[in-house]
């Protein structure tokens, strides 16, 4: 029924993630990258195609009813894995026909994601749609209505269980904690390190609104990129000991296996202030002395109890899968009446031009000097008599199809 999808896909469970690059189509902008990807789609006569690369994920949609030799498509993706040909199909998962298309449901319902419930792989799977359609023209209406439907279903997978609930992200849980505590937009913001999870973090600080943010990080140009998020600044991280504007949150993240911030430091950093701050440490190892808080009121925010939680949320999420799956092979024996009634359509594509062509021809020659004698009310009458038998011609054939397949 479903005979010509197909589905090849190398993830992090397959291969090893620093190895996926390896079956990257490796292009410097979209206009290269449309070219290779028409290349490959003709030179195997693939009538559809569609390309999503992530971090973790490398997955080629397409439509072609006759066989694909795996390793000679992957060869001319990148030319580098000639030298994995004895092993390339250890590390290529392929689906064909039905199993495609759950697959494809699968992946958009983040069942198969490196963590369980992200969303983010349904955006990341549409915007590599829309670009193979209407970017590289690459894509048809096979790919269409599978896109179509496995959104919907993804969306129904979101919407109907559990699966996106609680957060898995050590940040996203961070800030939850942070919140928790209820501080003031205007609240002080130390942020130690401008690395990537202290860019994470900014980001949570921007949507929450606040701005009084100072940034320190050794490089000065990676402190002042962060910091133009804000209305704040940017401070050389040698300079932290001898700050005195005091603070209400401190965020640290550094790379620093050395116990940064000590009780010297922080007392420094306090300027006498004894109203309780909230840390947030996502260094490993910690950045905080112990000592710091053995004479301070701190509300100690710390990457390892934020791990353990991070962990009873996604076997949490994982949970939910079983659900998940039952929802899913539902809507694939939708995927397939959906599929049918298009197939029909598109048979049967011809019929309306073919009896419109008919009806023209009647009135425009056959018929047209006994209606050029007839009454204007009388031919008006006639032509809607033959527009109403136009319309239930049509309808008859199309309709006769679609009972002998259900029959079958």
């Known amino acids: 029924m479903l005979q010509g999808y197909k ?217 002042q990129l962060l910091a133009d998020r804000f209305t704040g600044n940017a401070i050389a991280l040698d300079d932290l000991k001898t700050y005195q504007k005091g603070f209400d949150i401190m965020i640290i993240c550094t790379g620093s296996t050395a116990k940064f911030v000590d009780s010297n430091l922080y007392a420094q950093l306090l300027q006498g202030d004894t109203d309780q701050k909230i840390i947030v440490d996502l260094s490993v190892p910690s950045n905080i002395d112990k000592g710091v808080f053995a004479d301070h009121d701190i509300n100690y925010i710390e990457i390892e109890s934020l791990k353990k939680l991070a962990a009873d949320n996604l076997a949490f999420r994982k949970n939910e899968i079983s659900k998940v799956k039952e929802i899913l092979a539902e809507r694939v024996i939708e995927f397939k009446e959906v599929y049918r009634q298009r197939e029909i359509e598109r048979d049967y594509s011809h019929i309306p031009q073919q009896i419109k062509a008919v009806k023209e021809k009647a009135i425009n020659v056959v018929f047209k000097k006994q209606l050029e004698a007839v009454d204007p009310n009388a031919r008006l009458l006639i032509e809607e008599m033959m527009a109403y038998m136009e319309k239930k011609c049509i309808a008859v054939p199309i309709k006769k199809a679609k009972q002998d397949q259900l029959a079958d």
């Open 7 to 223: 589905l090849f896909t190398v993830t992090h469970r397959t291969t090893d993630i620093n190895q996926i690059a390896d079956f990257i189509i490796e292009a410097p902008d979209d206009e290269v990258l449309a070219r290779k990807l028409k290349k490959i789609k003709d030179y195997f006569g693939i009538d559809e195609l569609m390309y999503l690369n992530t971090c973790n994920r490398i997955l080629f949609f397409m439509y072609k009813p006759e066989a694909i030799d795996i390793n000679a498509f992957f060869f001319a993706v990148n030319e580098k894995l000639r030298k994995m040909s004895g092993s390339l199909h250890q590390s290529i998962e392929y689906y064909e026909d039905e199993l495609a298309i759950h697959h494809l449901y699968e992946v958009a319902s983040s069942v198969d994601s490196l963590v369980v419930g992200e969303r983010e792989i349904l955006r990341q799977l549409r915007e590599a749609y829309r670009k193979c359609k209407t970017k590289f023209e690459i894509t048809g209406d096979k790919l269409r209505i599978a896109m179509q439907m496995t959104v919907k279903s993804a969306k129904m997978v979101y919407g109907n269980t559990r699966i996106g609930e609680k957060p898995v992200s050590i940040v996203s849980l961070a800030v939850k904690k942070l919140l928790q505590s209820s501080p003031l937009p205007e609240s002080r913001v130390l942020v130690i390190g401008a690395g990537q999870t202290n860019l994470l973090m900014s980001n949570f600080l921007k949507k929450y609104k606040f701005q009084d943010v100072v940034v320190f990080n050794r490089t000065l140009e990676k402190a």
